[in-house]
């Protein structure tokens, strides 16, 4: 099984930066990527950021240029580094990380962290 912890989410005015970090732990024997998605209410869950294994970096067109994903492979962590936030960036993100324990694979999700921005 292999368990998440979020941590960096917050309050911060428009035009800030907030540093979200991902860290899994547990049976991990690899991982194929990592993967920030966030949900505002009443809306569906969004793929924000990924990255695999082979650092190939992905985002949301409403994020690119101000978000930037990066990961720790001998600390099994991933990280989001946020900048120029808008009100809009509101909502509830959650790293995602999938691979292969000893036996098997896994995909596993975060709790969950609050980003609020405000105007």
């Known amino acids: 099984q292999v368990h998440l912890v979020e941590s960096g989410g917050g309050l911060v005015q428009a035009g800030g930066s907030l540093r979200l970090s991902c860290a899994a732990s547990g049976n991990i024997f690899s991982i194929s990527a990592m993967e920030w998605y966030r949900q505002a209410p009443g809306k569906q869950r969004e793929l924000v950021a990924s990255i695999t294994s082979d650092d190939i970096t992905n985002y949301a067109d409403s994020v690119k240029g101000r978000f930037t994903i990066s990961g720790d492979d001998a600390k099994n962590t991933v990280n989001l580094q946020m900048d120029s936030l808008k009100p809009e960036d509101t909502a509830v993100y959650y790293c995602?990380?999938?691979?292969?324990?000893?036996?098997?694979?896994?995909?596993?999700w975060g709790q969950g962290t609050q980003v609020t921005v405000s105007s």
């Open positions: 995602n990380v999938h691979g292969r324990t000893s036996y098997g694979t896994y995909d596993s």
